[in-house]
């Protein structure tokens, strides 16, 4: 299992911007692919998007395309997420997680069961 700690959230006004990170102890962190995932109240976790092992290839949630930008450096075992023109419905917990292809194409699940905290991000309106 690969541990994850997440930081960088907070409260900001719609329209604003923050930066997520997520650190992962793992001996070949270059071996996974990484994503972010969000669960909002009342709402079941949601794909957000995914990184693949050398941050060549990127894919991102209909809901987010455009606005935020994921990235990672493998020397720091970490996964970044740029977070620009929040919303109020991008109010949610987020979490990285390794990822793997979804049984539907286009999809992405967690990798493992195993979550690490969270980082709470809340947009005022």
């Known amino acids: 299992q690969v541990q994850l700690a997440e930081s960088g959230g907070g409260l900001v006004q719609a329209g604003g911007s923050l930066r997520l990170s997520c650190v992962a102890t793992a001996r070949t962190f270059n071996a996974y692919i990484m994503g972010w995932f969000r669960q909002s109240p009342g709402k079941e976790r949601e794909f957000v998007a995914v990184i693949t092992w050398a941050g060549g290839t990127t894919y991102y949630a209909d809901s987010v395309q455009d606005r935020f930008t994921i990235s990672r450096d493998n020397a720091k075992n970490t996964v970044y997420l740029q977070m620009n023109r929040l919303k109020p419905e991008d109010t949610a917990v987020y979490y990285c997680?390794?990822?793997?292809?979804?049984?539907?194409?286009?999809?992405?699940?967690?990798?493992?069961?195993?979550w690490g905290q969270g980082t709470q991000v809340t947009v005022s309106s």
């Open positions: 997680n390794t990822v793997t292809p979804g049984t539907d194409p286009g999809t992405w699940e967690p990798a493992q069961d195993s």
